[in-house]
């Protein structure tokens, strides 16, 4: 828990140092409950199905009142004015606080003070926010070290204690951030028969047996022929675009696609296109508007079309229209490229992720590309296709080659998971998992919008993205959440749009109904303590018409929110 | 007689009443306003003196109002061809893409049986599948794990990550800043920072992807940066991702450095002050062989350049204690100002890390894509890089420092007797030539100079002007493809198929044309290691000499020509 240093406070006993974690005496028994609890009743299942008729529905979309709206940019504006102001003051009088910024000796500045001016005036305030430090498995729990900062968040003085908080942060979708447990065992086995480290990258140093078996593995979950596996999510999609693109191909890519993409197709080198987030209408007429005038200037048919979407956006909690773009795809020839970072394992009856939950064969995506950090509690990234693509990344694919190979463990995390989640392994130990996120995600979602938040995204996905709007509430949510217990990310500007600053609850199967009936309770008293419910009630199904002329919005009690959520969540209603 | 005068019509009459009241509503309203009558004054005198001077002022603020409003993409709307839904129609019908990636061509197919099969741990003794045939080897020497202080196989290393992994499980399952910060990840910025005497470290999820996000963090459109001629790959990319102005010097040529440095000196005299870097490698990927880091020092303290040294390959194997390229040199850290590294190489893990001051790494926390869109490392690897330091540590002679770690001694040793055999060899002599130095670990072999004229091979590939880098310029795909490179690799991967059939498993070196920005040439990789013996290095010296001396003792022109046609 971070707290503003008391000024009695006696810091003597407190070390700027992180401590280590201390030593852990529970049983086996224990260690593994706050890991992954325990079902309480198979009520608590839910299985992430679409309705075939409507395959897609665009999420209700709240405003919030105008008064938040300005007082959101009154609070910039405030921030902006005052970090400038002491900017201005600070070099002038205390330049010695601002080596970085300033020429040094004859050395130009390591980065202009305008660059850093968002970091260091707005962050830097709730720095304590982020980057918590943290031991042991980020399952169920996390426990999060105990600081106290009395300079404004420039030391953090660390008493050595930490404190247990249910884990709504972790990207652990169906909690197999484990310590305990099948998946553990067998990657443990592997550094006794493989060592800790792949000795460098496959091409050169060669494929493993176990870097085989799993690159099949993806490849049957995700239904292609092969796959390649990378040992960074975020360099899998850097490095990527350059073997498939150039100067003559065009990219048309979804405005929120994540930055990894974009960093990707801006080394690539081919042109660039941006269609406003899931807006089919829009892309469509890029596309036509994009073959029928060919490249810019010389009007030459573009060398190939790829269009760039992601399964789930892990920011609004949307997933994006895909039955939408599968049938532009069959009308217009583009390829597709979909990064199901966040939905592979999450989304789906079987956690094949979106194309699963919309039931498209994957023959329909040219190149499925997904991270492994999120949903089997491994780390890295795959590129899934055909043989012949797979043949052809493999000798040009610039990670592959130039890149490290995932290390052993990493890899047999990857095989023992995802073969437990496609029921190889562990009988029904997969299923639970992806029913209980099924339930947790449903439930968690229509009972914040019943409370009165403003939710954006869509029924199943596992990220919640809960409004705050104004920029001062983000420290603010996040310490309260905190004091009780709960750890949350906050994420605003440059993350977000400048005003939608938000909480991302990110759901797990390792929660019961019990914590997130725990969550709620907790939402409700800081929901009506910030002031955070603007919704107005036609998201999460009106209780209480309220009166709208005396600006009463309607409102569900906690008490009703807990008694019927759990099984009004699991229809198709909302 | 007497004409009535013209009745002027009614409607005009109120037109011109209305617009009159108005203007002088709004002439009154500007005098109201403070100032307002200075103006209005100044307007009228001003037109009294020059009534033109009204007319072209007036011109002038419609000219800018119709600027302002034009589109900023009307150049490229003009050039668009004005089409009606029918022909959008057919021209989307007779469009055809190329392929997404272009097939594997049947004369490169042979490169994805290039890749061996090992089953169980890269370490010094392997076995191997073939692909084709499932036959195993076992007991092969192995010449190309990178791991080597062969610290992946450690077992303290092992112990000490299965002791993390029952106590923070494999993944850490989100980005450093949302609470993917373990304790161990910060043990392990300690560890490297101290180790390589800097004053703080921060570590990425993978080595190749480190660079890249690095130097974007400190360069911007209209900095400057100079980079070796001969840096690998992922420096090159982090240059040109950059933005930024690039110069190139001829690789390790200090002379040359010197000189744009000083031409540009000129330049830069009245300019902004911009930021200016040089990148280069502690231990060149591509060569093997490393910059006079005194000199160079020198060079950048004069011209006031920051150094950027990439130490992938040097951190672990330089210096008596792995502390790469400035310990050899006896220079502190603090004169490099941003050191880029691996932990999946010499430190038995997997990852990378960048060491400077407290201002360059917070920077990096909040600026460096990879670092804040990804996952952090798993905990576990922190642990055994870690783990690693400490190992190299707690060998080191506290009394004399500049005494060789006995850990590191063997790879040394062992880098120098490989590099000696092949380098002194007669038999070998004019048929290869070695192209690394006595310290590098790694060893780089290519066919001798003359041979290759004999054969009528280019003295490199791709590169600037070439065809393949105009291909790529082009959007040609299928140009990629160089021939003569494609069998100058094949031969070179007969010499690696003859050695593994006597149980010795070497590599070379795989570059993909297209990517590289620089010339290349294809060469013979050997990765020494600490725990290889005399035995074994002169065992694996005598096969590898029998199988280059087979293949290339008798490559001529013809046979060469019978490679291509055979493939």
């Given at each position: 828990?971070?707290?503003?240093?008391?000024?009695?406070?006696?810091?003597?006993?407190?070390?700027?140092?992180?401590?280590?974690?201390?030593?852990?005496?529970?049983?086996?028994?224990?260690?593994?409950?706050?890991?992954?609890?325990?079902?309480?009743?198979?009520?608590?299942?839910?299985?992430?199905?679409?309705?075939?008729?409507?395959?897609?529905?665009?999420?209700?979309?709240?405003?919030?009142?105008?008064?938040?709206?300005?007082?959101?940019?009154?609070?910039?504006?405030?921030?902006i004015?005052?970090g400038h102001?002491r900017d201005f003051?600070g070099m002038?009088?205390?330049?010695?606080?601002y080596?970085a910024m300033l020429?040094?000796?004859?050395?130009?500045p390591w980065y202009a003070s305008f660059e850093s001016f968002y970091p260091r005036r707005l962050?830097?305030?709730?720095?304590?926010?982020?980057?918590?430090?943290?031991?042991?498995?980020?399952?169920?729990?996390?426990?999060?070290?105990?600081?106290?900062?009395?300079?404004?968040?420039?030391?953090?003085?660390?008493?050595?204690?930490?404190?247990?908080?249910?884990?709504?942060?972790?990207?652990?979708?169906?909690?197999?951030?484990?310590?305990?447990?099948?998946?553990?065992?067998?990657?443990?086995?592997?550094?006794?028969?493989?060592?800790?480290?792949?000795?460098?990258?496959?091409?050169?140093?060669?494929?493993?047996?176990?870097?085989?078996?799993?690159?099949?593995?993806?490849?049957?979950?995700?239904?292609?022929?092969?796959?390649?596996?990378?040992?960074?999510?975020?360099?899998?999609?850097?490095?990527?675009?350059?073997?498939?693109?150039?100067?003559?191909?065009?990219?048309?890519?979804?405005?929120?696609?994540?930055?990894?993409?974009?960093?990707?197709?801006?080394?690539?080198?081919?042109?660039?296109?941006?269609?406003?987030?899931?807006?089919?209408?829009?892309?469509?007429?890029?596309?036509?508007?994009?073959?029928?005038?060919?490249?810019?200037?010389?009007?030459?048919?573009?060398?190939?079309?790829?269009?760039?979407?992601?399964?789930?956006?892990?920011?609004?909690?949307?997933?994006?229209?895909?039955?939408?773009?599968?049938?532009?795809?069959?009308?217009?020839?583009?390829?597709?490229?979909?990064?199901?970072?966040?939905?592979?394992?999450?989304?789906?009856?079987?956690?094949?992720?979106?194309?699963?939950?919309?039931?498209?064969?994957?023959?329909?995506?040219?190149?499925?590309?997904?991270?492994?950090?999120?949903?089997?509690?491994?780390?890295?990234?795959?590129?899934?296709?055909?043989?012949?693509?797979?043949?052809?990344?493999?000798?040009?694919?610039?990670?592959?080659?130039?890149?490290?190979?995932?290390?052993?463990?990493?890899?047999?995390?990857?095989?023992?998971?995802?073969?437990?989640?496609?029921?190889?392994?562990?009988?029904?130990?997969?299923?639970?998992?992806?029913?209980?996120?099924?339930?947790?995600?449903?439930?968690?979602?229509?009972?914040?919008?019943?409370?009165?938040?403003?939710?954006?995204?869509?029924?199943?996905?596992?990220?919640?993205?809960?409004?705050?709007?104004?920029?001062?509430?983000?420290?603010?949510?996040?310490?309260?959440?905190?004091?009780?217990?709960?750890?949350?990310?906050?994420?605003?500007?440059p993350?977000?749009?400048?005003?939608?600053?938000?909480?991302?609850?990110?759901?797990?199967?390792?929660?019961?109904?019990?914590?997130?009936?725990?969550?709620?309770?907790?939402?409700?008293?800081?929901?009506?303590?910030?002031?955070?419910?603007?919704?107005?009630?036609?998201?999460?199904?009106?209780?209480?018409?309220?009166?709208?002329?005396?600006?009463?919005?309607?409102?569900?009690?906690?008490?009703?929110?807990?008694?019927?959520?759990?099984?009004?969540?699991?229809?198709?209603?909302? | 007689?007497?004409?009535?005068?013209?009745?002027?019509?009614?409607?005009?009459?109120?037109?011109?009443?209305?617009?009159?009241?108005?203007?002088?509503?709004?002439?009154?309203?500007?005098?109201?306003?403070?100032?307002?009558?200075?103006?209005?004054?100044?307007?009228?005198?001003?037109?009294?003196?020059?009534?033109?001077?009204?007319?072209?002022?007036?011109?002038?603020?419609?000219?800018?109002?119709?600027?302002?409003?034009?589109?900023?993409?009307?150049?490229?709307?003009?050039?668009?061809?004005?089409?009606?839904?029918?022909?959008?129609?057919?021209?989307?019908?007779?469009?055809?893409?190329?392929?997404?990636?272009?097939?594997?061509?049947?004369?490169?197919?042979?490169?994805?049986?290039?890749?061996?099969?090992?089953?169980?741990?890269?370490?010094?003794?392997?076995?191997?599948?073939?692909?084709?045939?499932?036959?195993?080897?076992?007991?092969?020497?192995?010449?190309?794990?990178?791991?080597?202080?062969?610290?992946?196989?450690?077992?303290?290393?092992?112990?000490?990550?299965?002791?993390?992994?029952?106590?923070?499980?494999?993944?850490?399952?989100?980005?450093?800043?949302?609470?993917?910060?373990?304790?161990?990840?910060?043990?392990?910025?300690?560890?490297?920072?101290?180790?390589?005497?800097?004053?703080?470290?921060?570590?990425?999820?993978?080595?190749?992807?480190?660079?890249?996000?690095?130097?974007?963090?400190?360069?911007k459109r209209g900095?400057?940066?100079?980079?070796?001629?001969?840096?690998?790959?992922?420096?090159?990319?982090?240059?040109?991702?950059?933005?930024?102005?690039?110069?190139?010097?001829?690789?390790?040529?200090?002379?040359?450095?010197?000189?744009?440095?000083?031409?540009?000196?000129?330049?830069?005299?009245?300019?902004p002050?911009?930021r200016?870097?040089?990148?280069?490698?502690?231990?060149?990927?591509?060569?093997?062989?490393?910059?006079?880091?005194?000199?160079?020092?020198?060079?950048?303290?004069?011209?006031?350049?920051?150094?950027?040294?990439?130490?992938?390959?040097?951190?672990?194997?330089?210096?008596?204690?792995?502390?790469?390229?400035?310990?050899?040199?006896?220079?502190?850290?603090?004169?490099?100002?941003?050191?880029?590294?691996?932990?999946?190489?010499?430190?038995?893990?997997?990852?990378?890390?960048?060491?400077?001051?407290?201002?360059?790494?917070?920077h990096?926390?909040l600026s460096?894509?990879?670092?804040?869109?990804?996952?952090?490392?798993?905990?576990?690897?922190?642990?055994?890089?870690?783990?690693?330091?400490?190992?190299?540590?707690?060998?080191?002679?506290?009394?004399?420092?500049?005494?060789?770690?006995?850990?590191?001694?063997?790879?040394?040793?062992?880098?120098?007797?490989?590099?000696?055999?092949?380098?002194?060899?007669?038999?070998?002599?004019?048929?290869?030539?070695?192209?690394?130095?006595?310290?590098?670990?790694?060893?780089?072999?290519?066919?001798?100079?003359?041979?290759?004229?004999?054969?009528?091979?280019?003295?490199?590939?791709?590169?600037?002007?070439?065809?393949?880098?105009?291909?790529?310029?082009?959007?040609?795909?299928?140009?990629?493809?160089?021939?003569?490179?494609?069998?100058?690799?094949?031969?070179?991967?007969?010499?690696?198929?003859?050695?593994?059939?006597?149980?010795?498993?070497?590599?070379?070196?795989?570059?993909?044309?297209?990517?590289?920005?620089?010339?290349?040439?294809?060469?013979?990789?050997?990765?020494?290691?600490?725990?290889?013996?005399?035995?074994?290095?002169?065992?694996?010296?005598?096969?590898?000499?029998?199988?280059?001396?087979?293949?290339?003792?008798?490559?001529?022109?013809?046979?060469?020509?019978?490679?291509?046609?055979?493939?």
């Open positions: 828990m971070s707290l503003k240093a008391d000024a009695n406070l006696d810091l003597s006993k407190w070390s700027t140092r992180l401590p280590d974690a201390p030593a852990d005496g529970r049983s086996d028994e224990e260690k593994a409950e706050m890991e992954f609890g325990r079902l309480t009743s198979e009520k608590w299942l839910s299985i992430a199905k679409c309705d075939p008729d409507h395959p897609f529905k665009a999420p209700i979309a709240d405003e919030p009142p105008y008064f938040v709206v300005i007082m959101t940019y009154l609070n910039y504006l405030v921030m004015l005052i102001i003051l002038l009088f205390t330049p010695q606080n080596k020429p040094q000796n004859g050395y130009p962050k830097g305030r709730m720095d304590d926010c982020f980057a918590r430090p943290i031991h042991g498995v980020p399952g169920r729990y996390t426990y999060c070290f105990n600081r106290v900062s009395p300079d404004g968040n420039k030391n953090f003085y660390y008493d050595g204690s930490s404190t247990p908080c249910l884990n709504l942060s972790s990207y652990n979708y169906l909690g197999f951030a484990q310590s305990v447990g099948r998946c553990t065992d067998d990657s443990i086995d592997s550094v006794r028969t493989h060592g800790t480290s792949a000795g460098g990258p496959c091409d050169v140093a060669g494929h493993s047996d176990l870097l085989r078996s799993t690159e099949k593995t993806i490849a049957k979950f995700v239904g292609k022929d092969d796959s390649l596996i990378f040992s960074m999510g975020y360099g899998t999609n850097a490095h990527l675009f350059t073997s498939l693109l150039n100067s003559k191909c065009l990219v048309i890519s979804d405005s929120l696609n994540h930055s990894s993409t974009r960093f990707g197709i801006r080394l690539s080198g081919a042109a660039v296109k941006v269609f406003p987030h899931n807006d089919m209408a829009a892309l469509e007429s890029i596309i036509r508007e994009s073959i029928s005038q060919g490249q810019t200037k010389t009007h030459r048919p573009w060398k190939k079309i790829l269009v760039c979407v992601e399964g789930l956006y892990s920011m609004e909690g949307e997933y994006c229209n895909l039955p939408a773009v599968v049938a532009l795809r069959e009308r217009y020839k583009f390829y597709l490229f979909i990064d199901e970072a966040h939905s592979i394992g999450a989304l789906g009856e079987h956690g094949r992720g979106v194309t699963e939950y919309f039931n498209i064969p994957s023959s329909k995506i040219d190149i499925m590309m997904g991270t492994l950090t999120k949903s089997f509690g491994a780390a890295g990234g795959y590129i899934a296709a055909t043989q012949d693509i797979i043949d052809r990344l493999r000798v040009d694919f610039t990670t592959n080659i130039y890149g490290e190979t995932p290390p052993p463990p990493v890899l047999q995390q990857i095989q023992t998971s995802m073969r437990i989640v496609a029921g190889e392994l562990n009988g029904n130990e997969g299923k639970e998992r992806l029913e209980r996120i099924a339930f947790n995600s449903r439930y968690l979602r229509l009972g914040l919008k019943r409370l009165g938040y403003i939710v954006y995204g869509n029924d199943d996905s596992p990220v919640i993205p809960a409004l705050l709007y104004t920029p001062a509430k983000m420290p603010a949510a996040s310490r309260m959440f905190l004091k009780y217990g709960i750890a949350i990310v906050i994420v605003g500007y993350a977000t749009a400048l005003i939608t600053s938000r909480i991302r609850f990110c759901v797990s199967s390792a929660l019961t109904k019990e914590d997130i009936d725990r969550i709620l309770a907790v939402a409700n008293l800081i929901g009506d303590k910030m002031c955070l419910k603007f919704g107005s009630g036609m998201a999460g199904g009106e209780h209480h018409p309220g009166d709208w002329k005396k600006g009463i919005r309607p409102r569900w009690s906690l008490e009703e929110v807990l008694a019927k959520t759990p099984e009004d969540c699991k229809k198709e209603m909302y | 007689m007497e004409t009535e005068p013209q009745k002027t019509p009614q409607f005009i009459q109120i037109v011109a009443s209305i617009a009159s009241r108005a203007w002088y509503s709004l002439i009154t309203l500007c005098g109201k306003l403070p100032g307002g009558e200075y103006v209005i004054n100044y307007v009228r005198a001003s037109h009294k003196n020059d009534p033109w001077r009204t007319f072209l002022e007036i011109l002038l603020a419609l000219l800018a109002i119709r600027y302002f409003l034009a589109s900023r993409y009307s150049q490229d709307e003009k050039d668009k061809v004005s089409l009606t839904e029918k022909e959008v129609d057919e021209l989307i019908d007779d469009w055809v893409p190329v392929p997404i990636v272009p097939k594997l061509r049947k004369d490169e197919r042979w490169q994805l049986d290039s890749i061996p099969l090992i089953h169980g741990p890269a370490s010094t003794r392997v076995t191997v599948e073939d692909p084709h045939t499932g036959k195993k080897t076992s007991d092969v020497l192995n010449f190309t794990s990178k791991d080597f202080l062969c610290m992946g196989t450690n077992s303290k290393v092992k112990e000490e990550s299965i002791k993390e992994m029952r106590a923070a499980g494999v993944g850490a399952c989100g980005p450093p800043n949302f609470y993917g910060t373990q304790d161990v990840h910060v043990r392990v910025c300690e560890d490297l920072a101290k180790f390589l005497g800097a004053e703080e470290g921060i570590i990425y999820g993978q080595d190749y992807c480190t660079p890249t996000s690095v130097l974007p963090c400190f360069l900095d400057i940066v100079v980079v070796d001629g001969g840096v690998r790959l992922a420096l090159q990319k982090a240059a040109l991702i950059s933005r930024c102005d690039v110069e190139w010097f001829n690789h390790n040529d200090l002379d040359h450095l010197e000189q744009i440095l000083s031409n540009l000196e000129d330049d830069l005299k009245d300019g002050l911009n200016r870097f040089i990148v280069t490698e502690g231990l060149f990927e591509n060569f093997g062989d490393s910059p006079d880091l005194k000199r160079l020092v020198e060079i950048k303290n004069h011209y006031k350049f920051r150094l950027f040294l990439d130490e992938t390959n040097s951190v672990g194997t330089l210096g008596p204690n792995g502390r790469g390229l400035p310990e050899v040199y006896g220079i502190p850290r603090t004169e490099i100002e941003i050191t880029v590294g691996s932990m999946a190489q010499s430190l038995g893990s997997s990852g990378g890390f960048c060491v400077g001051c407290h201002d360059m790494i917070y990096q926390i460096s894509n990879a670092y804040v869109f990804s996952a952090s490392l798993p905990p576990y690897c922190a642990t055994a890089a870690s783990t690693s330091i400490h190992l190299i540590e707690n060998a080191e002679n506290k009394d004399d420092p500049s005494k060789s770690n006995p850990l590191i001694k063997p790879l040394k040793d062992n880098s120098k007797l490989l590099h000696r055999l092949f380098n002194e060899s007669n038999s070998l002599k004019d048929l290869i030539f070695v192209r690394s130095t006595g310290y590098s670990p790694v060893l780089h072999m290519r066919i001798n100079s003359n041979l290759r004229k004999s054969l009528g091979l280019p003295e490199g590939y791709g590169g600037p002007g070439s065809f393949v880098s105009k291909a790529v310029k082009r959007g040609h795909e299928s140009k990629y493809f160089d021939v003569q490179y494609n069998t100058e690799n094949y031969v070179l991967q007969q010499v690696i198929n003859k050695c593994l059939d006597g149980k010795v498993l070497i590599t070379r070196s795989k570059r993909v044309l297209h990517h590289e920005l620089l010339p290349v040439v294809p060469e013979l990789i050997l990765h020494s290691n600490s725990k290889f013996t005399e035995e074994d290095i002169k065992h694996a010296y005598n096969v590898i000499e029998k199988a280059i001396i087979d293949v290339l003792g008798n490559l001529n022109k013809e046979r060469f020509d019978r490679y291509t046609n055979e493939l």
